[in-house]
């Protein structure tokens, strides 16, 4: 079993920066495919972006490319996003999930493609 654990959101002023992290309590690390979601009030939740196991593959909704980086730190069980350029449209929970696979350099960019879910952590972008 995997546990996913977010931290890191806040509320921070438009064009500001937030990083998140999600810490993975399972082994293996390396052997899942991580990505984070987000979810506004009365919004299906969304995806935001996508690495690979090896973390060599990376993919991003089209509205956060420029602005997001998802990183991961395999050693550290560790998958982070940077968020630069904050808008108040980016006002959100954030999610960050996990897909054991086999193949190292897949990522996924659908929620029913995931496994396991965090809690979420609570982003606000003030205007």
């Known amino acids: 079993q995997v546990q996913l654990v977010e931290s890191g959101g806040g509320l921070v002023q438009a064009g500001g920066s937030l990083r998140l992290s999600c810490e993975s309590s399972?082994?293996?690390?390396?052997?899942?495919?991580m990505g984070w979601f987000r979810q506004a009030p009365g919004k299906e939740r969304e995806f935001v972006a996508a690495?690979?196991?090896?973390?060599?593959?990376?993919f991003y909704a089209d509205s956060k490319k420029g602005r997001f980086t998802i990183s991961r730190d395999n050693a550290k069980n560790t998958v982070s996003l940077q968020m630069n350029s904050l808008r108040p449209e980016d006002t959100a929970v954030y999610y960050c999930?996990?897909?054991?696979?086999?193949?190292?350099?897949?990522?996924?960019?659908?929620?029913?493609?995931?496994?396991?879910w965090g809690q979420g952590t609570q982003v606000t972008v003030s205007s």
């Open positions: 999930a996990a897909k054991f696979t086999v193949w190292g350099n897949r990522y996924y960019t659908t929620r029913s493609e995931y496994n396991y």
């Open positions: 690495i690979s196991g090896s973390g060599a593959m990376r």
């Open positions: 399972g082994r293996s690390f390396s052997m899942y495919a």
